[in-house]
């Protein structure tokens, strides 16, 4: 089993930036990749970004490429997502998921943490 707690939501202003942040327990971390996911309201939860085990292959949304980083570390078992330049349709329960790589692009992953708030005032 893997845990998986998310952290660093909040309220920002438009242009503004915030990072989450994601930390794991359980089994190895660096076994697996990880990925970003988010919600909005009467929305279905779309993919965001995704890191594989090392951190060397990235993957993103296009809505969010040239804002949103997404980066772990091993060391410490967790996994970030720096957002920049936000926007109100940024707007959604932010969540982080964990298993192969396949799987978690595909928003198939056996483990995801229970979610951060993320609102983007206009």
């Known amino acids: 089993q893997v845990q998986l707690v998310e952290s660093g939501g909040g309220l920002v202003q438009a242009g503004g930036s915030l990072r989450l942040s994601c930390a794991t327990s359980?089994?190895?971390?660096?076994?697996?990749?990880m990925g970003w996911f988010r919600q909005a309201p009467g929305k279905e939860r779309e993919f965001v970004a995704a890191?594989?085990?090392?951190?060397?292959?990235?993957s993103y949304a296009d809505s969010v490429k040239g804002r949103f980083t997404i980066s772990r570390d091993n060391a410490k078992n967790t996994v970030y997502l720096q957002m920049n330049s936000l926007k109100p349709e940024d707007t959604a329960v932010y969540y982080c998921?964990?298993?192969?790589?396949?799987?978690?692009?595909?928003?198939?992953?056996?483990?995801w943490g229970q979610g951060t708030q993320v609102t983007v005032s206009s």
């Open positions: 890191i594989n085990w090392s951190g060397g292959t990235t």
């Open positions: 359980g089994r190895t971390f660096s076994n697996y990749a």
């Open positions: 998921a964990a298993d192969t790589h396949r799987t978690v692009v595909a928003g198939k992953a056996n483990y």
